[in-house]
Nanobody, 120 residues
Framework: QVQLVESGGGLVQPGGSLRLSCAASGSTGSINAMGWYRQAPGKQRELVAV???????NYADSVKGRFTISRDNPKNTVYLQMNSLTPEDTAVYYC??????????????WGQGTQVTVSS
């Protein structure tokens, strides 16, 4: 069991920046990768950024060059630095952890979500 708690969302002006944090607790040793997803009302949840246990990163085309995912292993925390924000970035952002265990195989844990609103 892994519990994820996001923080850092809020209201920001276009062109502004926010940093989201995701603190993981529980069986963190079973985490193979962590990522950030976002979802707007009526739309499918989409992957924003992912970082693997080995440190490799991938980003959605829409955020490349603007967002950066990073981690602090001793604190079991993953961050998403978001720069040059636009109204199209408005969504609920969810932290995800992909888990691997001997009996359950692959599974996913999700945070509660944090609202990001980009508006003048």
């Amino acid at each position: 069991q892994v519990q994820l708690v996001e923080s850092g969302g809020g209201l920001v002006q276009p062109g502004g920046s926010l940093r989201l944090s995701c603190a993981a607790s529980g069986s963190t040793g079973s985490i193979n990768a962590m990522g950030w997803y976002r979802q707007a009302p009526g739309k499918q949840r989409e992957l924003v950024a992912v970082i693997t246990r080995g440190g490799s990163t991938n980003y959605a085309d829409s955020v490349k060059g603007r967002f950066t995912i990073s981690r602090d292993n001793p604190k079991n925390t993953v961050y998403l630095q978001m720069n040059s924000l636009t109204p199209e970035d408005t969504a609920v952002y969810y932290c995800n952890a992909r888990l691997l265990s001997a009996f359950m195989g692959m599974s996913d844990s999700w945070g509660q979500g944090t609202q990001v609103t980009v508006s003048s």
